[in-house]
């Protein structure tokens, strides 16, 4: 079902970092935004609402920054070339970006579970997860999310807010994190774990 989601950019924006990647952001910002067929652009100031075949979301961006829609593309301007509203520009473009993307195609990360015995379900709108705990783990798909279990050693979450999206599948891992020593626990797709060796391996070098 499309769905509608408003948020701020600010966390974005303290997540990024002040003075962090400020050319590289500054050269992103300088990108129009094209705009697909199918995807309706409303500006109301600083607050923007984009809606597409997947839903709709709604953000709020900093009022320093000029957001304008020119034909099929959204533009961003800056009013200076300070080195704050440099890389607001670029964060403020990929939000946005992000936002198109996400109306359209949506967003999704990829979960492998590696462990004996280890396994994962989904039933209705739960994932039901065997972690090695005497206890089954329960996640729940919400209105922002979407789980999928293609087999048992995977879990897809997918949505149309790519910043809830990693948010949700990093807190599916911390059910259980790859433990050093076998690997054993949830992990990203293609994520590396780095092994230690456990004592066993120690006394038999010593």
């Avoid at 952001?25 to 309706?40: L, T």
């Avoid at 652009?41 to 000029?66: A, R, W």
Wanted: glycine share 12%.
């Amino acid at each position: 079902a499309p769905q509608g989601r408003k948020t701020s950019a600010a966390k974005c924006w303290r997540s990024f970092g002040k003075g962090r990647g400020t050319a590289i952001m500054s050269r992103i910002g300088r990108k129009p935004i094209n705009i697909p067929a199918g995807v309706e652009v409303k500006i109301n100031g600083s607050e923007v609402t984009v809606k597409g075949p997947k839903g709709s979301l709604t953000q709020s961006f900093s009022p320093k920054m000029n957001i304008a829609q020119e034909g099929a593309e959204i533009l961003v301007t800056r009013p200076n070339d300070e080195k704050e509203n440099r890389s607001l520009h670029g964060l403020t473009r990929t939000l946005l970006n992000n936002m198109v993307v996400g109306v359209t195609e949506g967003f999704s990360k990829t979960l492998e579970v590696q462990g004996v015995g280890y396994r994962v379900q989904k039933q209705g709108k739960d994932l039901v997860m065997n972690l090695g705990y005497s206890h089954q783990v329960v996640v729940s798909e919400n209105e922002d999310i979407k789980i999928e279990s293609p087999n048992a050693n995977t879990i897809v979450i997918s949505g149309i807010d790519k910043q809830k999206v990693g948010q949700f599948a990093a807190e599916v891992r911390e059910k259980r994190p790859p433990e050093p020593y076998k690997g054993k626990g949830i992990r990203y797709e293609g994520e590396y774990v780095r092994h230690k060796e456990g004592k066993a391996g120690k006394g038999a070098k010593g």
